[in-house]
């Protein structure tokens, strides 16, 4: 089939969408990583988990942007609770520990959200006012999607805002390149940790809540997109809030030019892209630390 | 008085190592023992997964059919096992596991075709009869075997029931699909390229996707590119209701028709909603409209005990275990399973489609596919009252052509 500019325009926008979602997703995983050293296998679940909150209360209230608000809160209550029960106890230790233990609370809550859900599938609309499609000659991009766009491109921006601008995102900074240094001078690490991993399972459940209208809900998709996320934070590098970015739009744009004339490989060049990058600069686009 | 304690001793150790021996084998006999009391069916589902509501509805028909059947056959109790079988392999292990260590004679198989053919390899060398829910034509096709039988109309029947209908009530000149990459997209796809050749219609092309795509927009925008009358989607499922649904978000009705194939019956729909399903043509194996006394029943009796209008899945699950529990009884033996087969062969009945009957050259269950159009919300009944049935009809190959060798 002729693949002519048309498509390509159409898909490449398509691209950054899907790569807004992987941007999300990884801005909360490099924070984690970066600044607690924690490689966080859960990541994913707190994306389910704000995807199910999402289906409950829309269902419940019919009402989108409330679930906006509130899922990001509940996400980021439950992660700043595992996070001071569980993960505190594990720092220092080795990180297959918390390695264990973020997989670990990953398959428990899946298997929680089974119990109260069931295996099946479930699915919401968008809100009314974003179920159109924009038509620009022979161009279309569903109104929802132009949303997500926008709305993830000026969250971003506001991280970027309260990483470079304010006093916790620069002791989140700091602490991503040396973290005993942070401590020495005094600052309340065990705070920090609590709220960085707050705001990173907010973002995750976040990205869930953006992501279902367009793509529907399982209790398995945490597997489907964790190991993409991985992969984004890696292209852009270890602990780097603009290789989380960067790594993110790659990765969407290459997965959908490939879908046009490859569906099948579609997967598979994200870690081409990854190998590639890696081969060239070994710690990522913007990486920061070994 | 030491060589006397000796020697009970050594008496007792021996009855003691006999007893031990005994009850061994008694133990490994129990199954076998058991097995005859009791038959007993595997219901090998999906239950997790993309297709995990499918294998919930499935496992509610077979329910339903043994307990119709009284929960007996031949004075014997019907025992149910059920497991999950997410792929091939899982479903070769589990069905293993099934026949050597619970005695299994008999298993009911859906909804992947890839999954029910893999088992049916298997169930032949065991000699277990297989009842499969499942669309691919090589089923009953060059794959069928003497233990396998298959209630669906498989794909060749499917499409020149629907496409056709298609054609006439969307004036539709030219097509383009968007298919599922394994065997039983692979068969829809053949098949409907062959029918649009037959009326003189042209075939823009084809997508193929994964199975449990979640992202479609790829597929859409090559769809959109081509500027088709009409998409045909033959996938099923969560697939299909992904797939539509990120298709209509794109605009796509706005520029051209949309038609499911293959569609899972009322839990997609109520999956999708009436808005977006609002006159687009969707292909079935069954309807809960369909009029007859057998369905009338069925409906009711589910409706009774789930509150819910019964889903394809459940109708389909329920209709064949039923019938496999009447070629048991028409066979008169739950151990020999050829005899079974036998009895399961031409046997004829009055069914949730109306007239059935399982033909004895392929095994394959002979009756109605349907076409059914989507209402529009003004012209809803009640909240689930979704579609019209708008024809219905018998496609299959003749004996000679099915590829089947028994």
Not at chain 2, 13 to 33: K, N, Y
Not at chain 2, 241 to 252: C, H
């Amino acid at each position: 089939m002729e693949i002519n500019l048309n498509l390509v325009a159409v898909q490449i926008f398509n691209g950054i969408v899907l790569g807004m979602i992987y941007v999300m997703l990884a801005m909360g995983l490099t924070i984690v990583w970066g600044m607690m050293d924690i490689i966080n296998f859960s990541h994913g679940f707190f994306y389910t988990l704000g995807a199910y909150f999402a289906y409950t209360l829309v269902s419940a209230t019919g009402n989108f942007w409330l679930a906006l608000i509130v899922v990001p809160v509940g996400t980021a209550l439950i992660g700043m609770a595992l996070e001071r029960t569980l993960l505190r106890k594990l720092y220092g230790l080795n990180i297959l520990y918390q390695i264990l233990m973020t997989f670990g609370i990953a398959l428990m809550g899946r298997e929680i959200i089974i119990i109260i859900y069931g295996p099946i599938g479930k699915s919401f609309f968008p809100p009314r006012a974003l179920e159109g499609t924009f038509f620009l000659g022979s161009l279309f991009f569903p109104q929802y999607r132009v949303f997500l766009l926008l709305l993830v491109a000026l969250i971003t921006f506001g991280m970027y805002l309260f990483i470079e601008k304010t006093k916790l995102g620069s002791i989140i900074r700091a602490g991503t390149e040396d973290k005993e240094m942070v401590s020495s001078l005094g600052i309340n690490v065990s705070l920090v940790f609590l709220l960085t991993f707050g705001l990173a399972m907010a973002i995750a459940g976040l990205s869930g809540v953006l992501a279902s209208p367009m793509r529907g809900i399982n209790p398995f998709m945490d597997w489907n997109i964790l190991g993409i996320c991985f992969a984004v934070v890696i292209i852009g590098g270890m602990g780097s809030f603009s290789g989380a970015v960067f790594g993110g739009l790659i990765v969407g744009v290459a997965q959908s030019l490939v879908g046009l004339i490859w569906p099948s490989a579609s997967i598979i060049i994200i870690f081409i892209v990854m190998s590639a990058i890696l081969l060239i600069k070994p710690r990522g686009l913007f990486g920061v630390r070994d | 008085m030491k060589g006397v304690l000796r020697r009970v001793f050594l008496v007792m150790a021996g009855v003691g190592i006999i007893g031990a021996a005994m009850l061994g084998a008694m133990g490994a006999g129990a199954p076998e023992a058991l097995a005859q009391e009791e038959v007993i069916v595997l219901n090998a589902a999906q239950l997790s997964g993309t297709y995990a509501e499918t294998g919930r509805d499935q496992s509610r028909g077979v329910k339903l059919a043994i307990e119709e059947f009284g929960g007996t056959v031949l004075g014997k109790k019907i025992k149910l096992i059920e497991r999950d079988v997410p792929n091939p392999s899982e479903a070769i292990k589990k069905a293993k596991e099934g026949v050597e260590e619970e005695g299994v004679k008999f298993i009911q198989v859906g909804t992947s075709s890839g999954v029910a053919l893999a088992l049916m390899e298997y169930a032949k060398t065991q000699k277990v009869v297989v009842g499969v829910l499942a669309g691919a034509d090589s089923i009953t096709g060059d794959a069928c075997n003497k233990y396998t039988f298959r209630w669906q109309v498989p794909t060749y029947g499917a499409i020149r029931e629907v496409v056709p209908r298609i054609i006439d009530m969307y004036k539709a000149n030219t097509f383009f699909t968007i298919t599922p990459e394994y065997v039983f997209g692979q068969d829809l796809l053949r098949n409907t390229e062959e029918v649009l050749k037959e009326k003189g219609k042209k075939f823009l092309g084809n997508v193929f996707h994964p199975l449990g795509e979640t992202e479609y927009s790829q597929y859409i925008t090559k769809a959109m590119a081509a500027k088709p009358d009409c998409v045909l989607f033959l996938n099923f499922g969560d697939d299909t209701v992904n797939a539509v649904k990120q298709a209509v978000s794109f605009g796509m009705k706005k520029q051209s028709k949309i038609a499911i194939v293959w569609g899972a019956g009322l839990t997609q729909y109520k999956a999708m909603g009436t808005k977006l399903l609002e006159d687009v043509i969707i292909g079935g194996q069954y309807d809960h409209t369909v009029d007859t006394p057998v369905n009338k029943k069925l409906v009711e009796v589910y409706k009774k005990k789930y509150n819910e209008l019964i889903p394809y899945n459940a109708a389909s699950a329920y209709q064949q275990t039923l019938v496999m529990l009447m070629a048991i009884k028409k066979a008169g033996t739950a151990t020999d399973t050829l005899r079974v087969v036998n009895a399961w062969e031409n046997i004829e009945y009055n069914g949730v489609t109306g007239k059935e009957v399982y033909r004895a050259c392929d095994h394959q269950c002979i009756k109605n596919y349907f076409t059914l159009r989507c209402k529009k919300e003004s012209e809803k009944k009640f909240e689930e009252d979704y579609t019209e049935l708008v024809g219905a009809s018998k496609h299959f190959l003749d004996c000679a052509k099915t590829g089947c060798k028994m």
